[in-house]
DNA sequence: GTCTATAAGAAGATAGAC
DNA sequence: GTCTATCTTCTTATAGAC
């Protein structure tokens, strides 16, 4: 043991090392649970015992369940921005969303997360709510912003700014419509139908029928 | 009164009237309370003060919430089949989508009660999870007939049925997603968005310009 | 057919020991 | 910082009066 107990003598300690590995856990483990069954329905008891703790020491982390909500929405959004780098300008950033979905497809926790939350934030009461809002007025602005960059470097046909803003809320209507299918469905070929109307879309955008890359495999 | 209250002869009464316009009562409560809360969290309780009986009189008509959801979900089912007529073929079925996301937007109930129930469905174990699935394949399956038959026709340029399948997938994809930042945020102008992606798709389809007729509002 | 009353359990939250 | 124990509240479901 590094640290023998010492009743009197002030240790300076590794500060908070433990709480903050035990703090992510928890994020990690009330990210499933609100994943899968929502925030309403995950209880901070599955929570805690998925952790491998009781629901107090929860309590000692956040202060409540809707802080712990708000711990894991930070968490989330923190880690689509990650992948998500701001260098890919323009066009290149839209041939992208394909790995995104790829991605998804074998992290399923992510875009379950979301959309679980967002058939939830249906109701205006709900804690998630504003975030998921701002969520997508952020992913519209910033999709928007780039198309119209893409737009005045030629990369595109043109298109008047209202025009973009409605392309861009039919792409990623798309994409969350696919995910939610085959999140309720396994079986459907995610990556398969969103390549094809992905390819689609670049193509009309472009005129041009090479925008997307072939998938290539690893062998 | 035209039935006093006799003792002892036996009276034929209506069958049941009050036990129907009752029954039908909770259904339409308990649709607009599964709609907001999601089946878990929407309780018996606010259904029944909704209804303005006690909690004990939706057992009467219903064995358990389970039993209630799947009354709930066939009267869904059966109202929105009653809206898209089987005599609309080939495509100008999706032509008339448009009219059905207008629908939705007067009527907000059918359309939140689907996707709320569908983000929850993302559980393997949510009640409901089966028969969103089997309405997915049931729309797919329909969709795609139809689409298959307005390019034997003639209606659309030529595609073969791997493709009519992502096309079908990818439209209702489309037109969740965007029914979805619609109830998630009411800012968004859901007939607008959806008018324009259609009418794209339906141009591409035909090779035609003049598919989808202009929005008539009335004066 | 509908009610009151209540059983049986599970939820979020908290007090206080260690 | 984590625990046990407990409080209050809210859920589903049922028993039995009317």
């Given at each position: 043991?590094?640290?023998?107990?010492?009743?009197?003598?002030?240790?300076?300690?590794?500060?908070?090392?433990?709480?903050?590995?035990r703090?992510?856990?928890?994020?990690?483990?009330?990210?499933?649970?609100?994943?899968?069954?929502?925030?309403n329905?995950?209880?901070?008891?599955?929570?805690?015992?998925e952790v491998?703790?009781?629901?107090?020491?929860?309590?000692?982390?956040?202060?409540?369940?809707?802080?712990?909500?708000?711990?894991?929405?930070?968490?989330?959004?923190?880690?689509?921005?990650?992948?998500?780098?701001?260098?890919?300008?323009?066009?290149?950033?839209?041939?992208?969303?394909?790995?995104?979905v790829?991605?998804?497809?074998?992290?399923?926790?992510l875009?379950?997360?979301?959309?679980t939350?967002?058939?939830e934030?249906?109701?205006?009461?709900?804690?998630?709510r504003?975030?998921?809002?701002?969520?997508?007025?952020?992913?519209?602005e910033?999709?928007?912003?780039l198309?119209?960059?893409?737009?005045?470097?030629?990369?595109?046909?043109?298109?008047?700014?209202e025009?973009?803003?409605?392309?861009?809320?039919?792409?990623?209507?798309?994409m969350?419509?696919?995910?939610?299918?085959?999140?309720?469905?396994?079986?459907?070929?995610?990556?398969?139908v969103?390549?094809?109307?992905?390819?689609?879309?670049?193509?009309?955008?472009?005129?041009?029928?090479?925008?997307?890359p072939?998938?290539?495999?690893?062998?």
């Amino acid at each position: 043991m590094r640290h023998t107990k010492t009743s009197k003598t002030k240790v300076v300690r590794g500060p908070y090392k433990n709480g903050i590995r035990r703090r992510r856990e928890i994020i990690e483990s009330a990210s499933r649970i609100f994943a899968s069954h929502g925030y309403n329905s995950g209880t901070l008891r599955q929570i805690a015992k998925e952790v491998g703790v009781t629901p107090a020491a929860l309590a000692r982390h956040f202060d409540d369940k809707e802080g712990l909500l708000s711990a894991v929405l930070a968490n989330w959004d923190s880690q689509a921005r990650a992948r998500n780098p701001g260098d890919v300008r323009g066009l290149a950033h839209f041939v992208r969303l394909r790995d995104a979905v790829i991605y998804n497809q074998a992290n399923r926790g992510l875009i379950e997360l979301f959309l679980t939350l967002s058939g939830e934030s249906t109701n205006p009461k709900h804690p998630a709510r504003e975030f998921i809002q701002q969520r997508y007025r952020d992913v519209v602005e910033k999709g928007a912003q780039l198309l119209r960059e893409a737009r005045d470097a030629g990369e595109i046909l043109w298109m008047d700014d209202e025009t973009i803003v409605a392309e861009i809320r039919t792409l990623y209507a798309m994409m969350d419509g696919i995910q939610l299918q085959w999140l309720v469905d396994p079986e459907v070929d995610l990556v398969g139908v969103f390549s094809h109307a992905l390819s689609i879309i670049l193509e009309r955008w472009t005129g041009r029928k090479d925008v997307l890359p072939p998938l290539v495999t690893r062998t």
